[in-house]
């Protein structure tokens, strides 16, 4: 991948100005392919549009985790889509809609993704971006099994996966050393948190805010709610120590993207499916 991506940096997004970059949806040309080792023309040329140069792996890389995705989903429910050429757009595209926002991150920099489920939208992300190092965080064990082998065939060293949830990741804060300092904690380490389709913003935020470094940064890939779901959410940011940085509208959806600017407090994510049950800040209906 070059860096010769059009996208704004997340700097340029700052301000919570709504961005609208892009020339409209990608227009699905439905065009039935029935090998997934063959990127589409729709996906060449929207890719073409986002600024993204390929590496000459790449796109080999990227369909081969596109077969091993189709072909397991024919035994473990991983992606209600089946057609290669959609999801060719709806699943490669998508995740790497997210990459000019990446662009600015040191080598080494990392990324946790919550929720990854058949790996989107890390490991379209961990094949183009061998210079980062990415944690995929999955909750079921069958989707875990999914992800450690399909990282293992396609050779990706920079990727590692854990089992587990968001809410024990969160709190989990490593060994206190004798000098009152502590390592390998996985809450506020992350520079980047991704997710996509975990749930809505003002449930995801309290999933994912907890990890990111207090200067990090989360990106959220979401639909058309995307602006009610962050004005429903504006409290639980508040809480949690983060706050609104933009919203990029791109070829298969937006992106939601959250500043984080203080330690989130001890108190969050709370336990095991409490973010769900009793979203942060949002009001009890009567
Ligand atoms: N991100 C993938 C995608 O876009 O295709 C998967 C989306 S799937 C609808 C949601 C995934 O999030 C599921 O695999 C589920 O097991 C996982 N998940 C939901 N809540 C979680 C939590 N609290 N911690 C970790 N994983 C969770």
Redesign the pocket.
Known sequence: MSDTLQYPTLRKLSGGVQNSLMEGPVKHTMTQSTDPTKPTEDFLQAATTLGIVFEPTDLDQLARFLALLLDANTRTNL?AITDPAEAWTRHILDALTLLPMLADLPDAARIID?????G?PAIPLTIVCPHLRFTL????GK?VTFLRETIAALGLSNAEVIQ????QAGQDRGTRNPDGSRTDGLRESFDVVT????GRLAVVAE?TIPLAKPTGLVLLIKGQKADEELAEAAKALEILGASHAGTVETPTGRIVALEKNCLTPRTYPRRDGEPKRVPLGVPKKA
């Open positions: 992606t919550i929720g990854s489920g058949g989107l965080l999955e909750a079921t989707k587990g949830r968001a809410e997710a996509r389709a975990v999933l």
